[in-house]
């Protein structure tokens, strides 16, 4: 399932944005963070059929501290943080700086030369702050952050064409949550959110590579969005009830690829009305029984050259369950049918090819699961679960003759497969490891014609096979860990070519820590190994990623 596919809630605020329609990671760092869950079978209030990605920040742990380190690697990348948190009483107060800048002219193989990646250099500041404060009923929170990211776009590497691009890409990002938590009473919770979301975007090309008929372009995208539910509990049953709205737009439209399109503004308004209920219901036979089920209904206003709109219904249930013989072990499944309206980069970015009819993504996926905790030699818990999903109208992007990719709709799709994933501690927490595994077997089941020769075929960029395999090893003070995954091969066209594919890869990444005290300063030293085998792989057609990168990082807690 593609990322415009999953929901991401940053302090319960939605923040896919409409262009893309995910969330650009970039403009985040990981110090900003405090917990991330991701829930794949839809959660009690949203219903996404590529799951829910959440992301909490604002010194949950309410800890006293400062924090200062660095970091510096083999492509002479250098970043430099601090961070700062306090917490007294009902008040807490949180706030991180990074800076980070590198040529990134890292080595790459093809065609079994090595080379070094041009054009690929990138500096970012990123600033954030977090205020709580909170009550035995009451929390208030409040959350921002800016970013500054200016980038290279180093371009595609082809047979007979290794150059790079000269463009360059400036993202300037300021993103603020608030957020109220009332309890009104034992039974009875009430939770709003407000949140404001500007992103601008400036692309420099001197060389008029990928702009064609202008040297640079900008836009601006702004997101102003509401959110409120109310969840009520009675013994055994909860019950939600939410509202949310978002107005959007980007000030241009212009397609990178022809400027076909006059410079204008889009605009887009979203409203969700969902409700959803979920009942423990008691059973001589059972452990514990329980059913949920949850139904959305979604309008979308469009002003975009047209006033067009557009409104969906999409539902979920589902039932959980632990027998009394293993009540470590619980078996579930669920049923959801959900709709994905088109990007602006889908709909308009490309108009010269026309796809301003591109048709919305729907789906009907089942999943069933069976998760388990077990002692034995150490603690572990195994996860198994099997998945169906039907799809309409499945958006790709796929090549031209013109060797650039534009979106397109595939009629029908069907994807099913197994995840896996086993995690044990043993020896009292010295190892750890986990395992996890997918196959997912994604494929075309709509043909255009006799002769189509994409009908049965696996959805481009989607592997069959993929394997992670991680442990770690804790010994007084030192840490050692090793991180491993095997991607299978990807087809990057719809016909499945063997020419064009991307073979698999494996890559091992290491990591060795030391932790040690002076006086009442506590110090983190850290060696990273990146692709230590130098593996040569791709994650996208005629985008080389690095051979070996050595990373040494240092952290004091004061």
């Known amino acids: 399932m593609s990322s415009e596919n999953t929901l991401i809630l940053f302090n319960e605020a939605r923040v896919n944005d409409l262009r893309t329609g995910s969330f650009d990671f970039s403009t985040l760092e990981l110090y900003a963070i405090d917990k991330i869950e991701y829930v794949k079978n839809n959660s009690a209030d949203n219903i996404s059929a590529g799951g829910v990605l959440k992301i909490t920040s604002g010194n949950l742990d309410n800890q006293n501290s400062v924090n200062i380190g660095g970091m510096v690697n083999s492509n002479l990348t250098q970043k430099y943080f601090g961070s700062i948190s306090y917490s007294k009483n009902n008040f807490s107060f949180g706030s991180n700086y990074i800076r980070s800048y590198s040529p990134n002219e890292y080595n790459y193989i093809f065609e ?62 300021w993103l603020s949550i608030a957020n109220v938590n009332y309890s009104i009473s034992n039974n009875l919770v009430f939770v709003s959110t407000l949140s404001y979301h500007n992103q601008f975007l400036e692309m420099e090309d001197p060389q008029n590579q990928l702009l064609i008929d202008r040297n640079s372009q900008s836009s601006t995208f702004n997101d102003l969005a509401f959110s409120s539910k109310l969840t009520y509990k009675f013994r055994k049953l909860n019950i939600l009830l939410g509202y949310n709205i978002s107005d959007s737009n980007v000030d241009s439209l212009t397609t990178y690829i022809s400027g076909i399109f006059s410079s204008t503004t889009g605009k887009r308004t979203e409203q969700n009305i969902y409700t959803s209920a979920n009942c423990l219901i008691p059973s ?16 979308i206003n469009e002003d975009i050259y047209n006033k067009l709109e557009h409104n969906y219904l999409s539902y979920k249930i589902g039932l959980s369950f632990t027998p009394l013989f293993a009540k470590d072990t619980e078996i579930l499944t669920s049923f959801s049918s959900n709709y994905r309206h088109p990007t602006f980069n889908e709909k308009y970015y490309s108009g010269f090819f026309g796809n301003s009819g591109l048709k919305g993504e729907e789906y009907k996926s089942l999943n069933i699961g069976i998760n388990s905790k077990f002692n034995i030699l150490g603690k572990g818990e195994i996860e198994i679960t099997y998945f169906t999903i039907w799809g309409n109208n499945r958006i790709i992007w796929a090549p031209t003759i013109l060797a650039i990719q534009i979106p397109r709709n595939i009629s029908k799709i069907k994807s099913d497969g197994i995840e896996l994933r086993f995690e044990q501690s043993l020896f009292h927490s010295l190892f750890n490891w986990e395992i996890l595994y997918t196959y997912t077997n994604a494929r ?57 594919s991307l073979a698999p890869y494996f890559l091992l990444d290491l990591s060795a820590s030391y932790q040690f005290n002076i006086s009442t300063i506590e110090n983190i030293f850290t060696i990273n190994i990146y692709n230590i085998l130098d593996e040569e792989y791709f994650i996208i057609q005629s ?12 952290q004091a807690r004061l």
Do not use: C
């Open 112 to 173: 079994g030369e090595k080379l070094k990646r041009k054009n690929a250099q990138y500096s970012k500041t990123f600033v954030n702050a977090d205020v709580k404060w909170s009550s035995t009923d009451f929390v208030l929170k409040f959350y921002t952050h800016y970013s500054h990211l200016s980038s290279g776009l180093p371009g595609f590497v082809v047979t007979n064409n290794t150059a790079s691009s000269k463009a360059l890409n400036l993202t300037n990002s």
């Open 543 to 554: 985008y080389p990623m690095p051979l070996k990168t050595i990373s040494i990082n240092y």
């Open 284 to 299: 001589k036979y059972l452990e514990e029984l329980n059913i949920s089920a949850g139904i959305n209904y979604q309008l």
């Open 444 to 500: 075309n089941i709509s043909a255009v014609s006799e002769d189509d020769k994409t009908y049965n075929k696996q959805i481009i960029y989607t592997p069959l096979h993929r394997v992670n395999l991680n442990g770690s090893l804790n010994i007084s003070d030192f840490r050692f860990s090793a991180n491993s995954s095997f991607v299978g091969k990807r087809y990057f066209t719809p016909d499945n070519t063997e020419r064009n």
